[in-house]
């Protein structure tokens, strides 16, 4: 288990329509806004899509100018400006959590089924950063609900799902390398990979994210994926268990 995909968790108020095998979709604008109406900038993020930030009389400001036009979002910051495309307001994103050996405890051995399956059972919960950083002790630890799952399965039944539906997708483990105070400059290019870059200090989330691009005008769709038969819902501090199959 060297991955650091081994669980995924969905933290969520409709933990239950995850298990059910229905996910939703947000606009990453939502994210942002969340942040700014809400000043909770761990679940939301007002960086969201934010692919610089350079000092104003870098001369990429007018390059990006020329290139992007009235797509190109400037947002002043003292002696200079974060840089986003209007446009990666409207691709959608679904995030999910991942947890890996660190946060995952074996019990007892391994074994092989009946069907000679190399499996081991572990174990797994919310994590107090979760709790404290991403929700913000905003609810009883008692109201909170997570989907969790083997991360292979449900990546795979998630991108079937994409497939059946012929979305344009892709897929990374989000990078933790954007320091606000500091400079940086991700190149934009067409598929928006600036959106698989986030603040350092958000780390904690471990975030396997899909961003999706469709024509939908909503800010967000629902996607019916086949249901995971090792998953469940975790409530609170709650441990969970599942059983693994190595090797795959």
């Not at 329509?17 to 939301?44: F, H, P, R």
């Not at 074996?106 to 107090?128: A, L, P, R, T, W």
């Amino acid at each position: 288990m060297t991955s650091i995909e081994i669980f995924c968790l969905k933290i969520s108020d409709y933990a239950e329509e995850w298990l059910k095998g229905k996910a939703w979709l947000s606009k990453i604008d939502c994210y942002i806004q969340e942040a700014e109406k809400t000043n909770n900038n761990e679940q939301g993020d007002r960086y969201e899509g934010v692919f610089a930030h350079i000092k104003k009389s870098d001369f990429r400001v007018g390059l990006c100018k020329r290139m992007f036009g009235s797509d190109l979002e400037i947002i002043d910051d003292e002696e200079m400006v974060f840089l986003r495309r209007k446009s990666a307001r409207n691709v959608f994103a679904l995030c999910l959590y991942c947890q890996d050996s660190n946060d995952v405890k074996c019990i007892g051995n391994d074994y092989y089924n009946k069907n000679g399956e190399h499996q081991v059972k572990c174990s797994g919960m919310i994590s107090d950063k979760m709790f404290s950083g991403f929700l913000q002790n905003r609810k009883k630890e008692s109201e909170i609900k997570g989907f969790y799952s083997i991360a292979v399965d449900l990546k795979s039944s998630i991108e079937n799902a994409f497939k059946s539906e012929k979305l344009e997708y892709d897929c990374d483990l989000v990078r933790y390398d954007v320091d606000i105070h500091s400079e940086y400059f991700f190149e934009p290019d067409s598929n928006y990979s600036e959106l698989f870059h986030k603040r350092n200090d958000l780390s904690y989330q471990k975030e396997l994210r899909y961003i999706v691009f469709s024509n939908n005008s909503n800010n967000g769709f629902s996607l019916n994926f086949n249901k995971i038969e090792n998953s469940g819902v975790v409530k609170g501090k709650s441990v969970y268990v599942a059983t693994i199959t190595l090797g795959r």
